[in-house]
C-alpha cells in the first residue's frame, strides 16, 4: 500500500508516496482502507520539525491525523464495528499515518460516519472541530449568552469554532481577512470585523472567551479585553502558555491551551449535528494523492477557507 512519508524534517518537497506493507491491526486496533484524508497546520508543524524534542530523530515518519475510510479489518478484543462499516476519527499522539491506502487507529479513536456526509467531508472534520468543541466547551467552560471572540475564523479550526460556539448559545464574533466575512456570517457569527481595521481587543472586558486560533495573540495581550472572570485559550503550545496555564488556573482571567484528544463520544456527537444538519463541515479544496506537497504548502499560507483534503482511491 501507498503511503506519504519524509526522511528529513524541511519544506512540503520533502513530501514522497512509498510503498509499504499493509498493516495489521493489533489488539485494540482496526484497519481502516482510507477513502480520504484531511490536513491540518499539525502536520506542517510537525514535518518542519517544530517539536522535534517530542518526535525525535527516528525517520521515515508517516502523514497525517484525520481520516474517513471503510473498516477492513479488526484486531484482537474490539468489538461494536465490523468490516464494511463506514467510519471517522482522528488518530491520537504524534506519529500520523492516515495519509495512506490503509491505516490502523484505536477503536477508541473512531466512531461512525455521519450518514448524510462524503468521505471527503467527513475526512475535514476531527482533528479540527474536536479542537474546537474542547477549547470552547472544556477550556473555556463557554455557556449560553456569553460573548466569545474567535480570532482567526475562517481556518480549519475556526469554521468549526464558529458553528459550535453557537450550538452552545454563545453570541459570536469573528475576525477574518476582509474576503472572509460572509463566510464567517454564513456560518453563524453575530459580528465579523475584519482584522486589518479591528483587532476585537479595543474594549475592556468585553469578552467572556478569547479564542486564538490563528495563534498570533498572547494572553497578555488579550488580558484587558477580557471579563473579570473570561478565558485566553490557544492552539498554539509554548512554554508560556503552559505556564500561565498553571498560575491562572483557579481565579481570574484564565490563560488555557488546548491539546485535542480523539475519542468516540466527542466523534459521535458531532456526526449527530452533521446529519442534523446543526454543523457543516467546510471544505477549501479536494486534491490527489501526489498533490500533497502542494496541498501543504497552501495551509502553511494560512489562506485556506476551513480544510483541505486528500482524496484517495
Known amino acids: 500500500m501507498r503511503a506519504i512519508v519524509y526522511d528529513r524534517y524541511g519544506p512540503p518537497e520533502v513530501l514522497e508516496s512509498r510503498l509499504f506493507p499493509t498493516p495489521q491491526p493489533g489488539p485494540g486496533e482496526v ?16 514535518r518542519k520539525g517544530k517539536f522535534r524534542r517530542i518526535t525525535g530523530e527516528k525517520f521515515p515518519r508517516r502523514l497525517g491525523f484525520d481520516v474517513a475510510g471503510v473498516v477492513h479489518s479488526l484486531g484482537p478484543g474490539v468489538t461494536g464495528l465490523r468490516p464494511g462499516d463506514e467510519v471517522f476519527g482522528m488518530k491520537n499522539g504524534w506519529a500520523g499515518g492516515t495519509v495512506a491506502e490503509e491505516v ?25 472541530a474536536l479542537t474546537a468543541l474542547q477549547a470552547l466547551r472544556d477550556e473555556a467552560g463557554l455557556r449560553k449568552d456569553q460573548r466569545v471572540l474567535i480570532h482567526g475564523a475562517s481556518g480549519g479550526v475556526g469554521v468549526y ?11 459570536v464574533t469573528t475576525t477574518s481577512s476582509e474576503r472572509n466575512l460572509e463566510l464567517c456570517r454564513n456560518l453563524g457569527a453575530h459580528e465579523t470585523l475584519d482584522y486589518a481595521k479591528q483587532t476585537g481587543l479595543e474594549q475592556e472586558g468585553r469578552w467572556d472567551v478569547f479564542f486564538d486560533v490563528f495563534g498570533n495573540r498572547s494572553f497578555g495581550q488579550v488580558r484587558r ?35 485535542v484528544k480523539s475519542n468516540r463520544a466527542d466523534l459521535e456527537q458531532l456526526a449527530k449535528w452533521i446529519d442534523e444538519g446543526k454543523l457543516k463541515p467546510v471544505v477549501d479544496r479536494v486534491v ?25 482511491p
Not at 484497519?31 to 510537525?46: E, F, H, M, T
Not at 469554532?161 to 453570541?171: D, H, V, Y
Not at 492552539?235 to 482571567?253: D, E
Not at 498533490?291 to 484517495?312: L, M
Open 161 to 171: 469554532a464558529i458553528q459550535l460556539a453557537k450550538l452552545l448559545g454563545a453570541q
Open 31 to 46: 484497519l481502516i482502507s482510507v477513502r480520504a484524508a484531511a490536513l491540518n497546520p499539525k502536520d506542517s508543524l510537525v
Open 225 to 259: 479585553a477580557l471579563t473579570a472572570k473570561g478565558t485566553y485559550v490557544s492552539t498554539v503550545p509554548s512554554l508560556r502558555i503552559a505556564v500561565q496555564h498553571g498560575l491562572t488556573r483557579f481565579f481570574g482571567k484564565r490563560a488555557r491551551l488546548v491539546v
Open 288 to 312: 490527489s494523492f501526489d498533490e500533497v506537497a502542494a496541498a501543504q504548502a497552501h495551509i502553511e499560507t494560512k489562506r485556506a477557507r476551513g480544510k483541505v483534503v486528500i482524496r484517495i
Open 104 to 128: 490502523c487507529l484505536e477503536l477508541g479513536e473512531l466512531a461512525l460516519k455521519p450518514k448524510s456526509t462524503s468521505f471527503e467531508d467527513a475526512a475535514a472534520v476531527p482533528l479540527a
